[in-house]
């Protein structure tokens, strides 16, 4: 079993890579929901991925339900943290500059920080795999089954979105809050119920993404930070505002981080996300997918 | 708000002389000299953050770094290398100044959100080297044996003697700071905040004056970190990750950070709060400082500075017409 060769090795990495992308793809595509219909980044779009998995910790462990009814519960649970988020926070605001928007977002993350340290404490915590823990040998990678299962639902987020933002009057209702607030309300959009549905929306599925990842990687009260940032770095990386650029983007940088980690620096595992987000940040802000002249009309 | 006389500047020296006699005075609040030294740290901090933020509009949520920065390079190099400390005061404000030029460049570029982002994962990154590059730093265990500080053989071996060290800092600090932004510098930067596009076409010089505020800031917190270094005599990197560049946000937004002297006051007074009377909440201060940037950001967008305004602006409405 020794020969493990260069080649599987990297695989690996690749596999392992584009499973964790799949959980920054997903967190950029809540950035990107928040971000075309209201402008605002949403800092606080990685403690909904803590606060599935955590909940989901809750619904399953705690409560004794099965995986398949604690799931949607998750969901629904955490959708309403964001809606609250959106009622309590982001709309009581009266001057609403960058500045102030950043601060508020920030200051529910870390309100949505302290409250998960008080109720689940310090301590990471683990969920069952979906579908077991035996390991898949696959040229010479090992692939856990709970990968699939990480992939599947950014494949399925992905297409559900593409529907309803083509497809339903809602989507469309939406996406032209995006365009233009005020034509949109002329037209009989009420803005503020797609802002709330917004902030759903992106709450929903940072909690998709919380509940999936934490077999694999558990989940404690402080990861939140962590990944809303490196989720950015995906939405940048793809374009901000751009769907498909938030899957690449969330893609790229996964494999990224797993190669730097295990080619280069295991220590540096973190910073290597972060380096490709500023690098992006200093030479194309508009991103490899995005649009120069969108991202010069945008407000903020 | 903009202009600030001598007057208040003497008062603010004549508390900083007193303060320490008071403290010995009043057994309750004999540590309070203590707080106070963290509380000038910060100031310093909070003063360049308030010619960045406030007056100039741009956001950094990274400036633990340059912090960090300062701290280490004081310990390393007076710890391991036996240099003269305030040598290497200054050449951690080279080593800021430098980082803050070769970083604020392309980040001030950007605005809004992605100059948040972008100072934010500065912040981290430089983090992570503090918590990696072991075999100078110590890593996440810290490092200790750092000298404590003396001018001309005068040894500043109490908390009193440092605490006027500290704050003779800060009103120097103040000072300049006001000076700058009482002069055409100031008047620049408050352009570039309502509006790039006019200031540039007005002729002011954007980008310069833009990084110019950001190495300014830099430098002060690099000089704060340095003197937390040599206080505390021992260095470790959760002192300088994320949450403290967030605590900044928060000492800025309660005090207000478009006056410097909300950037004083919201200093002071987080740090009474994270010293002193929040003890009762332990680790859970956390949710205690989301929820007052939740209030101050909702109810008090110009933080407690702005409280005076507010008052005179509800109590002599018919009359004033600003």
């Known amino acids: 079993m020794e020969t493990i060769t260069l080649g599987g090795q990297l695989f690996q990495y690749l596999i392992t890579g584009i499973t964790v992308g799949s959980i920054y793809a997903m967190v950029a595509v809540g950035f990107n929901i928040i971000y075309n219909v209201t402008e605002i980044i949403n800092f606080a779009q990685g403690e909904f991925v803590m606060l599935g998995g955590l909940m989901m910790v809750f619904c399953h462990a705690g409560m004794g339900l099965p995986l398949i009814m604690a799931f949607p519960l998750t969901v629904i649970l955490v959708t309403l943290v964001g809606m609250l988020m959106d009622r309590l926070a982001i709309r009581p605001i009266r001057q609403p500059t960058v500045l102030s928007l950043i601060i508020a977002t920030i200051a529910v993350s870390i309100l949505l920080k302290g409250a998960a340290m008080f109720i689940w404490g310090k301590d990471p915590f683990d969920l069952p795999a979906f579908s077991g823990r035996n390991p898949i040998m696959f040229f010479g990678a090992v692939i856990q089954p709970q990968y699939f299962w990480v992939i599947g639902f950014l494949i399925l987020i992905v297409i559900a979105l593409t529907f309803f933002f083509d497809r339903t009057i809602l ?20 803005v503020k119920r797609m802002i709330m549905l917004a902030f759903a ?30 989720g950015f770095g995906a939405a940048v990386l793809g374009g901000l505002g751009s769907f498909p650029g938030a899957v690449m983007g969330g893609l790229i940088l996964g494999a990224i981080e797993s190669l730097g980690a295990g080619l280069i620096s295991s220590g540096y595992k973190d910073a290597f996300a972060l380096i490709v987000l500023l690098v992006v940040l200093f030479f194309k802000p508009s991103g490899i997918f995005g649009d120069i002249e969108i991202s010069r009309i945008k407000r903020f | 708000m903009l202009k600030i006389g001598k007057l208040p500047i003497v008062i603010l020296a004549v508390f900083i002389i007193i303060f320490p006699w008071i403290a010995r005075l009043i057994p309750a609040i004999a540590n309070y000299t203590d707080i106070m030294v963290f509380a000038g740290i910060y100031c310093l901090i909070t003063i360049g953050l308030s010619l960045l933020m406030g007056y100039a509009g741009q956001i950094s949520v990274g400036h633990a770094a340059f912090y960090g920065i300062g701290a280490y390079v004081s ?33 001030l570029k950007l605005r809004g959100h992605y100059l948040a982002m972008a100072t934010l994962a500065f912040g981290i990154i430089i983090y992570i080297v503090f918590n990696q590059e072991t075999q100078w730093t110590g890593g996440p265990d810290g490092m200790a044996g750092i000298p404590g500080l003396s001018i001309f053989g005068f040894d500043l071996d109490s908390v009193e003697k440092y605490f006027y060290l500290v704050w003779g800092f800060v009103l120097a600090a103040f000072i300049f700071s006001v000076n700058v932004v009482q002069s055409g510098a100031g008047r620049a930067l408050r352009a570039i905040h309502s509006s790039e596009s006019a200031a540039s076409a007005m002729g002011v010089n954007v980008s310069k004056f833009k990084v110019m505020v950001f190495v300014y800031s830099a430098v002060l917190a690099s000089l704060a970190g340095s003197l937390y270094a040599h206080y505390m005599n021992f260095v470790n990197p959760a002192t300088f990750d994320l949450f403290f560049s967030i605590k900044l946000l928060i000492m800025l937004a309660l005090g207000g950070m478009y006056t410097l002297w909300g950037a004083v006051i919201g200093a002071g007074i987080f740090t009474f709060l994270s010293y002193e009377w929040l003890h009762y909440f332990k680790e859970f201060e956390v949710f205690v400082y989301g929820a007052i940037l939740l209030v101050v950001v909702i109810f008090l967008p110009q933080g407690l500075a702005g409280v005076p305004g507010m008052i005179k602006g509800w109590l002599g409405r018919p009359k004033s017409n600003e």
């Open chain 1, 171 to 190: 989507g469309k209702a939406m996406s032209a809050c995006a365009d233009n607030p005020d034509a949109a309300s002329l037209v009989g959009i009420n």
């Open chain 2, 75 to 107: 310990a390393i190099l007076t710890a391991r290398f036996g240099l003269n400390p305030w040598g290497c005061m200054f050449v951690g404000i080279l080593v800021s100044a430098g980082i803050a030029l070769l970083v604020g460049a392309p980040s």
């Open chain 1, 201 to 230: 929306l992106s709450a929903a599925i940072g909690a998709v993404a919380g509940i999936v990842v934490t077999p694999i990687s558990l989940m404690e009260y402080d990861r939140g930070a962590m990944l809303a940032v490196k």
